[in-house]
């Protein structure tokens, strides 16, 4: 387990302590609490749901990979089965600062490459900045959404964002985290790991450009995490489908000197490519690091 993640443990009340301790420890923790787990931690601590959630970012910031700014932001979000998804910024050195990911991003594709569809609350350490609030705002449901900070009253988050501008601004109607497919064929691919990459893509969000497209991370030890690209109706906040593989792979636990190998699968032809700022955040973190590519019929 992570030092700071042991360290953020001890920032928790006793109560709370003492039901969490068996479960951030187990190696196969993976930065979520189920409903059932959050009705214990509520029963011993005695603390409210949003209570809780607040008194819970501590453990979420201890997830920050922060070489440039070492400013740890946490966050937590909340799907509408109750189930807890924490997020932190993550940061890489040697390529410009766009690749950067925020906590909100975090939380928010976390819970996606989990299977959430519709987030009722994100909880944050900061107030989240202009970008996150516009990377909100393309979430299913972000009418809706409430943003709870320390000290501060529950806000909506069209409070943080006054007349928004958003898909339906652009004439789109999908939603990110909306359970969609397109329908790309997969089947034929025999490499595992580009296979995986592919699948991803069919889950990806790009009404924009139609890149849809997808990454999957193998770890030394044979795990896989994969990774869905999020466009914005704003476009500059849209999050490429590397950062949401490595932030799969962090929120389990690993770090970038644990990557064995990585796949970056796209449609063909598209009006936008991550092929090369793929590859430079790989040589970033590592030049040794192989990707595997290959493009997709729509």
């Keep these: 387990m992570r030092t700071a993640l042991t360290n953020a443990l001890t920032q928790l009340p006793d109560a709370l302590q ?3 301790s068996d479960w951030i420890t187990d190696t196969h923790f993976g930065a979520t609490f189920s409903p059932e787990q959050v009705a214990k931690m509520e029963a011993a ?12 970012l501590p453990l979420a910031a201890a997830y920050a990979v922060t070489p440039i700014s070492h400013f740890n932001v946490g966050a937590i979000v909340r799907n509408e089965d109750g189930t807890l998804y924490m997020g932190a910024n993550i940061e890489f050195t040697g390529v410009q600062l766009g690749q ?30 202009g970008h996150c609030r ?39 109607e999908s939603r990110l985290l ?39 991370v193998e770890t030394h030890d044979g795990q896989f995490f994969s990774g869905m690209y999020a466009e914005n109706a704003a476009f500059n906040p849209s999050l490429p489908p590397l950062q949401v593989a490595l932030i799969a792979a962090n929120m389990a636990g690993y770090h970038w000197g644990e990557i064995r190998s990585v ?26 690091i192989p990707l595997v590519y290959s493009t997709l019929s729509a």
């Design 178 to 216: 909306a359970d969609q497919s397109h329908a790309l064929p997969t089947e034929d691919i025999d490499i595992p790991l580009l296979k995986a990459a592919a699948d991803a893509a069919n889950l990806s969000h790009a009404p924009y450009s139609g890149n849809y497209s997808g990454v999957a």
């Design 100 to 129: 950067t990911v925020h906590a909100e991003q975090c939380a928010i594709s976390h819970a996606w490459t989990k299977g959430a569809t519709r987030l009722t609350d994100i909880t944050i350490n900061y107030s989240p900045c």
């Design 134 to 172: 516009q990377f909100m705002n393309e979430l299913n449901g972000a009418e809706a959404l409430i943003i709870q900070l320390p000290q501060t009253e529950p806000n909506t988050l069209h409070t943080y964002l006054p007349e928004p501008f958003g898909p339906a601004d652009l004439g789109i």
């Design 263 to 288: 796949a970056l699968a796209e449609v063909a032809d598209s009006t936008v490519s991550h092929l090369a700022d793929t590859q430079a955040t790989l040589d970033a973190i590592d030049p040794d």
């Design 45 to 56: 601590s005695g603390l409210s749901d949003a209570a809780l959630r607040l008194t819970l």
């Design 18 to 20: 003492s039901v969490v």
